[in-house]
């Protein structure tokens, strides 16, 4: 399913990514969609363009550690919620 097909919600607890060794490990899966490269600080990201919303670089990585989601398909219509715990993912 294309994701332009449907809204996605997660929830949980943002992580702050630092490490430099990271960040450039994100950064290169990154840039094949989105020329990206790591800052001088080697902790964040800076590209010569991005989404009006995002703001000026640099941009900070975060990794969400997801306890739930949601998602909305419009057409079908449909709706799903899934929880993850230590046990794996629980969905409808």
């Given amino acids: 399913m294309a994701a332009d ?3 996605l919600v997660v929830e949980g607890e943002a992580e702050h990514i630092t490490d430099p060794a990271k960040v450039a490990e994100l950064a290169a899966i990154w ?3 989105w020329p990206c490269t790591v800052d001088e ?6 590209a010569e363009f991005s989404a009006p919303s995002a703001g000026k670089p640099p941009w900070q990585v975060y990794r969400i550690n997801a306890t739930s989601a949601m998602v909305l398909q419009i057409d079908p ?16």
């Fill in 5 to 7: 097909r449907f809204d």
């Fill in 31 to 33: 840039a094949v969609d």
């Fill in 41 to 46: 600080s080697g902790t964040a990201l800076t």
């Fill in 77 to 92: 219509a449909g709706a799903a919620r899934f929880t993850f715990s230590s046990r794996g993912c629980q969905g409808p």
